[in-house]
């Protein structure tokens, strides 16, 4: 029977061995996530809960093709952060809290560090309590009864395995869960068109909820800009 590290090694996502890398260059030979691990961890941190108030948020006031030209130009402008954060760390096999340093020196570092995790414990605990409501909307619908705070533990806890097992379980799972949520998408658009037809999302006019498109814009650039660190911190353990 291999050992974790000999699988890892070799390259086999979903060991359940704790993670053991730091702020340290992953050496190359250990550098053995392809593209489609990386595009499948992306998908799957940007299709999300949030996601989904968010968009229906911003169809509410801007309708649908114009929330659509929104987060287009919202992405594209934070696209050269990522890839930028995202060659670093996959040429030197380092972190984004590392990669950091180039700019801010090594003391300095601790500054975007500091509020990279403020800003992680934030989004966290609203995941966490999003998806603790969802869970417990289904509990309900299935007949049980509500117990929210509950869930937020039980789903709090499982986080945290979750990310304690670190990069190579997070990929493994995120083959699995991206596909599945998919699935679920395509399930959700087929119910919005047999019940209402696609030419109602079309026909739309906002309801005029007070936010302009460059307000909403700028929601998307700053939200996804949060989001660069996670890209060297993705990509380090890719080879170019």
Same mark, same amino acid.
């Given at each position: 029977?291999?050992?974790?590290?000999?699988?890892?090694?070799?390259?086999?996502?979903?060991?359940?061995?704790?993670?053991?890398?730091?702020?340290?260059?992953?050496?190359?030979?250990?550098?053995?996530?392809?593209?489609?691990?990386?595009?499948?961890?992306?998908?799957?941190?940007?299709?999300?809960? &949030? *996601?989904?108030? *968010?968009?229906?948020?911003?169809?509410?006031?801007?309708?649908? /093709?114009?929330?659509?030209?929104?987060?287009?130009?919202?992405?594209?402008?934070?696209?050269?952060?990522?890839?930028?954060?995202?060659?670093?760390?996959?040429?030197?096999?380092?972190?984004?809290?590392?990669?950091?340093?180039? *700019?801010?020196?090594?003391?300095?570092?601790? &500054?975007?560090?500091?509020?990279?995790?403020?800003? *992680?414990?934030?989004?966290?605990? /609203?995941?966490?309590?999003?998806?603790?409501?969802?869970?417990?909307?289904?509990?309900?619908?299935?007949?049980?009864?509500?117990?929210?705070? /509950?869930?937020?533990?039980?789903?709090?806890?499982?986080?945290?395995?979750?990310?304690?097992?670190?990069?190579?379980?997070?990929?493994?799972?995120?083959?699995?869960?991206?596909?599945?949520?998919?699935?679920?998408?395509?399930?959700?658009?087929?119910?919005?068109?047999?019940?209402?037809?696609?030419?109602?999302?079309?026909?739309?006019?906002?309801?005029?909820?007070?936010?302009?498109?460059?307000?909403?814009?700028?929601?998307?650039?700053?939200?996804? /800009?949060?989001?660069?660190?996670?890209?060297?911190?993705?990509?380090?353990?890719?080879?170019?």
């Amino acid at each position: 029977m291999k050992d974790s590290e000999s699988i890892v090694k070799e390259g086999k996502t979903g060991t359940f061995t704790v993670e053991k890398k730091g702020i340290e260059p992953i050496p190359v030979n250990e550098r053995n996530h392809g593209w489609v691990d990386i595009g499948v961890i992306f998908v799957g941190i940007f299709s999300h809960l &949030i *996601a989904f108030l *968010a968009g229906a948020d911003y169809v509410y006031n801007l309708g649908l /093709l114009k929330t659509v030209i929104c987060v287009v130009l919202g992405v594209s402008l934070v696209m050269p952060f990522y890839i930028t954060g995202g060659w670093i760390s996959s040429r030197y096999g380092i972190p984004g809290s590392v990669a950091m340093r180039i *700019a801010f020196g090594i003391k300095g570092s601790w &500054i975007p560090s500091i509020l990279n995790a403020v800003i *992680a414990m934030g989004w966290f605990a /609203l995941q966490t309590s999003i998806s603790a409501l969802a869970f417990d909307k289904i509990v309900i619908y299935f007949g049980g009864s509500s117990h929210f705070h /509950l869930w937020i533990v039980i789903w709090g806890i499982i986080y945290c395995i979750n990310a304690l097992i670190g990069y190579d379980w997070i990929t493994y799972f995120a083959r699995y869960a991206v596909p599945l949520l998919y699935i679920m998408f395509i399930y959700v658009f087929y119910r919005v068109y047999t019940t209402y037809g696609i030419s109602k999302a079309f026909e739309y006019v906002p309801a005029g909820g007070g936010l302009s498109f460059l307000f909403l814009m700028d929601a998307i650039f700053g939200g996804c /800009l949060l989001y660069t660190s996670d890209a060297a911190d993705e990509l380090d353990g890719v080879d170019l």
